[in-house]
Nanobody, 122 residues
Framework: QVQLVESGGGLVQPGGSLRLSCAAS????????MGWYRQAPGKQRELVAA???????SYADSVKGRFTISRDNAKNTVYLQMNSLKPEDTAVYYC????????????????WGQGTQVTVSS
C-alpha cells in the first residue's frame, strides 16, 4: 500500500557532499515523522536524523553541523543533505516514515525504504 523509494547515494571523496531523497507513495492519508537511519557493516542500524510534521528536527551527535534533514509535504518527500562527509559515514542509508493509510486512518504504520549505499572513500 505504501512505498518509500530512496535515491541519491553513491561514492564520494572525504569532504564531499551528497543529497539523499526519499519519496513516499501509495494509499497515504497522513505522514507524521520522517527520518533517515544508517547501518554500517557489522553495526546496528542507527538514527541519523528525524523531522516531525511541524516540529523540531533532531540529529545524531556524529552528524550535527554536517547533515541537514528537510521535507516537502506537498511531495511526500524527505531529504538528507550531507556535507563534509567522512569515511565513517559509509553505510546503507534507510528512509523511515510513520504513515496512516486511507483505509485505516486510526493506525500509524512504520515504513522503510529499500536502502541506498553511501560510500565515502578516496
Amino acid at each position: 500500500q505504501v512505498q518509500l523509494v530512496e535515491s541519491g547515494g553513491g561514492l564520494v571523496q572525504p569532504g564531499g557532499s551528497l543529497r539523499l531523497s526519499c519519496a513516499a507513495s501509495g494509499n497515504i492519508f497522513s505522514i507524521y515523522v520522517m527520518g533517515w537511519y544508517r547501518q554500517a557493516p557489522g553495526k546496528q542500524r542507527e538514527l541519523v536524523a528525524a523531522i516531525p510534521t511541524g516540529g523540531r528536527t533532531s540529529y545524531a551527535d556524529s552528524v550535527k553541523g554536517r547533515f541537514t534533514i528537510s521535507r516537502d509535504n506537498a511531495k511526500n518527500t524527505v531529504y538528507l543533505q550531507m556535507n563534509s562527509l567522512k569515511p565513517e559515514d559509509t553505510a546503507v542509508y534507510y528512509c523511515n516514515a510513520a504513515i496512516t493509510v486511507l483505509d485505516d486512518t486510526q493506525r500509524i504504520g512504520n515504513y522503510w525504504g529499500q536502502g541506498t549505499q553511501v560510500t565515502v572513500s578516496s
